[in-house]
């Protein structure tokens, strides 16, 4: 199933395997969320905002150049408990993307019951034929809140693929790799992906990695 980036999709094979479960790890001060963004125009996707109003997450698609398709968009708040959730999820449909964003106060909720969520999950996509991708956001609270590293470990133990999104920046240029660091059942690149994340999603090839 293609991610929407081309380069990816080659480098993976053609995409992703049905019935993934996938961590986007990523800063919170990046233009990450342009790559669920470029996976939503791919097929039909539930997007679940656990963060910004349902209003906020639709504005956004209306005022992004990217090509988003046409995605559901529920608001999971604080107050919507994990069943609750899942049964959203359950209305989604076969064959479609599954967006968590962001997956960080979910991971901060009792252990058991966010591996239980994760592992239904799982079996859902695994039976729809469908993707389900965690936008993991890298901030400090992960490192030093048990609860919130906790939380993260669980999500990298259970996802069958992980991407990894870094930043550096100096006085000339700002550089973005996209890394898949894992790949369950698959092939995990040996080799970022150098991304430019402006108001959509390029390849930077300007300059080729040693």
Do not use: W
Request: glycine residues 8%.
């Amino acid at each position: 199933m293609a991610t929407g980036v081309s380069v990816v999709d080659d480098r993976l094979d053609g995409g992703l395997p049905a019935g993934s479960l996938v961590a986007l790890v990523a800063p919170p001060e990046t233009q990450s969320e342009l790559l669920l963004y470029e996976l939503t125009a791919e097929r039909q996707t539930l997007y679940i905002s656990t963060v910004r109003t349902e209003a906020s997450v639709k504005q956004a698609f209306d005022r992004t150049d990217v090509d988003v398709g046409n995605p559901m968009v529920a608001y999971a708040g604080h107050e919507s408990g994990f069943d609750e959730i899942g049964d959203v999820v359950g209305r989604a449909g076969t064959e479609t993307n599954l967006v968590v964003d962001a997956a960080n106060p979910l991971e901060r909720r009792d252990a058991a019951a966010y591996q239980s969520f994760l592992n239904k999950l799982h079996t859902y996509v695994r039976r729809t034929g469908s993707i389900a991708v965690l936008h993991c956001l890298r901030t400090d609270a992960v490192a030093v809140d048990p609860a919130a590293a906790r939380g993260r470990e669980t999500t990298l133990g259970i996802a069958d693929v992980v991407f990894e999104l870094h930043r550096t920046v100096d006085a000339s240029d700002v550089e973005t790799l996209l890394v898949a660091s894992k790949f369950r059942g698959g092939r995990a690149l040996t080799n970022p992906i150098k991304l430019v994340l402006t108001d959509d999603v390029t390849v930077d090839t300007s300059r080729d990695l040693a």
